[in-house]
């Protein structure tokens, strides 16, 4: 070799020194020692059957709650007696076999002293030892849990509440509804999920603006209620009632708007029937002559008819809230209370007639109103001005007088025509 080669060499070692075996794998002691990741290195003993602790990094002390010197040059099955039902020696015994790395899938290693999730990868060094690359998923595998029991929770009460849930994202696309949906309005959940222009084609016509108004403000993060009619898929018309308020996530950012629809087509129509009897009750009682009172339990006055408010010179309205004895009428003032207060303070009812200086003379009639179980719950009474009859019964007394009188005076005159 010339001298131009040696000096090549010469300069080509002493840019590239070979450093000693130790101070290598110093080197790596100390770069295992800073990884996050937990590593163990082991030594095949028994022609594989048996696996001896050689290296054990400060992440795996952490992970494993045990001292480095503690492991190293005992059995792995000493140290982990559950590590065969893990199944990962028999992972180390197929890759000091093959020398093919593995990848063990998350399990939960579990013996008297620990207990945890682990996800390994284990492969062949050169120098023939194994080494087991680790970390504890228990953290993330416990938020993958609770994530799927969360969500778990929510489909098992969301998919049995009877009323209509939707989640409606911030942009205004239904993302979620459970299955009362079909119930309610008949449309599948996918046609409602992917329904256009939600939600106008469930909106009988006359309610559509002011749903459709709704649910604009409800995007924009409102809270709210309304009852409107909603058209069936199959064309009949029910009423429903809807509230929505905004869903946030932990973080404050919206994650849309939740509604809520509920059938109360047979609640609707119960009020229409009790507002049409009302209107058929106010009709019929407000063409009679009897003045007619009708209190609750305290004596205040629930409604009166027209011949009642009129006898007080008020309107329903100024009458409706006022204790009875503070209602103007004249058979009050004769009777010095109210009737109806008096019969629900004795429980029985009322019939006696009252009659004025001037002669003007009153039927009154009142009774305790008593619920199903006989509890007195209000009181009615019922006046009736009666005195045109009064006045009529003094002239047909005397007319009845002067013919028995005539009658008898014929008899005395003619004996024999009235003989039999």
């Known amino acids: 070799m010339d001298r131009e080669s040696t000096e090549v060499s010469d300069q080509t070692q002493e840019s590239h020194p070979s450093e000693p075996p130790e101070m290598m794998r110093a080197e790596l002691n100390a770069i295992l020692d800073h990884a996050g990741t937990a590593v163990a290195v082991y030594q ?53 076999r093959t020398g093919e790395a593995v990848e063990h899938p998350i399990s939960v290693y579990k013996d008297w002293r620990i207990t945890g999730w682990r ?13 087991a690359v680790y970390e504890d998923v228990g953290r993330t595998k416990q938020s993958e849990l609770a994530t799927r029991m969360s969500e778990q929770c929510f489909r098992a009460i969301a998919d049995y509440t009877y009323d209509w849930e939707i989640w409606v994202g911030p ?8 299955p009362a949906a079909t119930r309610i309005s008949g449309f599948s959940i996918k046609e409602i999920i992917t329904m256009p222009d ?34 069936h898929k199959e064309g009949r018309v029910l009423w429903a009632e809807i509230s929505w308020q905004p869903i946030y996530d932990e973080k404050g950012n919206s994650l849309g708007h939740r509604e809520s629809i509920r059938d109360v087509t047979a609640r609707k129509l119960a009020e229409q029937a009790v507002q049409l009897a009302e209107r058929e009750k106010e009709a019929i009682l407000d063409n009679m002559a009897e003045h007619i009172i009708h209190l609750d339990a305290d004596s205040s006055i629930l409604w009166a008819n027209r ?32 009737p109806a207060a008096q019969a629900m303070e004795t429980g029985n009812r009322i019939e006696v007639e009252k009659s004025a200086p ?16 006989g509890g007195i719950i209000g009181g009615v009474e019922i006046a009736l001005d009666i005195t045109k009859y009064k006045r009529g019964e003094i002239p047909l007394q005397e007319l009845h007088r002067e013919r028995h009188e005539l009658e008898a005076q014929a008899a005395v005159e003619d004996p024999a025509e009235h003989e039999v």
């Open 44 to 96: 095949a003993v028994d022609d594989g059957n048996d696996f001896i602790f050689v290296d054990f990094n400060r992440a795996a002390e952490e992970i494993e709650q045990v001292k480095r010197e503690e492991v190293l040059g005992r059995s792995v099955l000493e140290v982990f007696p559950s590590v065969r039902e893990f199944g990962l020696f028999e992972a180390f015994q197929r890759v000091w």
């Open 119 to 131: 996800r390994n990868y284990i492969c062949k060094l050169p120098n023939g030892q194994i080494m």
């Open 171 to 178: 942009a205004g696309r239904v993302l979620w509804t459970n």
């Open 198 to 231: 939600y939600p106008g084609p469930l909106v009988y016509e006359a309610d559509r603006e002011k749903i459709i108004r709704a649910f604009r403000t409800a995007v924009g993060g409102s809270t709210g209620n309304e009852q409107f009619r909603l058209k």
């Open 307 to 338: 011949a009642a408010c009129e006898s007080a010179g008020l309107t329903r309205e100024q009458v409706i809230g006022r204790f009875c004895y503070e209602m103007p009428v004249e058979w009050h003032e004769l009777w010095g209370t109210c």
């Open 358 to 373: 001037d002669g003007r003379t009153w039927f009154v009639q009142a009774a305790p109103v008593r619920d199903r179980k």
